[in-house]
């Protein structure tokens, strides 16, 4: 079965643009999480969604958003972005929301 | 203070010697813990699951949770070095968006 699939693998953007991250969880799983690591860092929650309604969110202002669609796959939205958003996002996936969640190969973005 | 705290390392090891990890925490709600392993520019693998206090064996590979000292603890018997990666502790609460609070990883070297 394949893992959780995430596109692109890598994204260079300038400050102000707008950038568009996707993830398609493991077959059969309902919940997805997105969550930003910086360099040198773990993980930092920003969303969670299942059954295509958000469940959590994280610290991260209103430039983030996300939604998830009737596949379950799901899409990262960051708008006028800063140098600071360069990071890798993760997105896991999970039977329901408490389930163990299991993470993608996550997407490097660089902001310049 | 951060909720999560991990020694960062770097820590490296002789082949063949018992790896210690540890990860202490601040939240006493938190009821799941988790050990994941990342190789460089990948994304988190789920090592090790554990719910409340007590120990977990698996293969090499054994966790320890102290909930009354909020301490968690992973050891790795005959290190090997494929074991080389960073180790992340995460934890969560078994209430609303199941969201992950990670430490920042300790970075392990295994030296053939």
């Known amino acids: 079965d394949a893992g959780v699939t995430q596109s692109p693998t890598h994204l260079i953007k300038t400050r102000g643009q707008h950038v568009t991250l996707r993830c398609s969880p493991i077959?059969?799983?309902?919940?997805v999480s997105w969550y930003q690591q910086v360099l040198g860092q773990g993980p930092q929650f920003i969303f969670q969604?299942?059954?295509?309604?958000?469940?959590g969110r994280g610290n991260f202002p209103d430039r983030f958003s996300a939604r998830q669609f009737p596949n379950y796959s799901s899409e990262l939205n960051v708008n006028a972005l800063l140098l600071g958003d360069s990071a890798l996002y993760l997105c896991?996936?999970?039977?329901?929301?408490?389930?163990?969640?299991?993470f993608g190969p996550g997407t490097r973005l660089t902001v310049l | 203070q951060k909720e999560v705290e991990q020694d960062p390392g770097p820590l490296s090891v002789p082949e063949g010697a018992i790896v210690s990890l540890n990860c202490t925490y601040s939240?006493?709600?938190?009821?799941?813990f988790m050990w994941y392993r990342q190789y460089s520019r990948k994304g988190p693998e789920l090592l090790m699951y554990t719910y409340s206090s007590g120990n977990k064996e698996d293969g090499r590979f054994t966790a320890q949770v102290d909930k009354s000292s909020k301490y968690i603890s992973l050891f790795i018997r005959d290190s090997q070095p494929s074991d080389s990666a960073t180790y992340l502790c995460?934890?969560?609460?078994?209430?609303?968006?199941?969201?992950?609070?990670f430490g920042t990883g300790t970075r392990l070297t295994i030296i053939p």
């Open positions: 995460a934890m969560t609460q078994p209430t609303g968006a199941n969201n992950l609070f």
């Open positions: 896991a996936s999970s039977l329901a929301p408490t389930d163990t969640q299991y």
């Open positions: 969604y299942y059954e295509k309604e958000e469940r």
């Open positions: 939240n006493s709600a938190f009821q799941y």
């Open positions: 077959s059969g799983h309902k919940s």
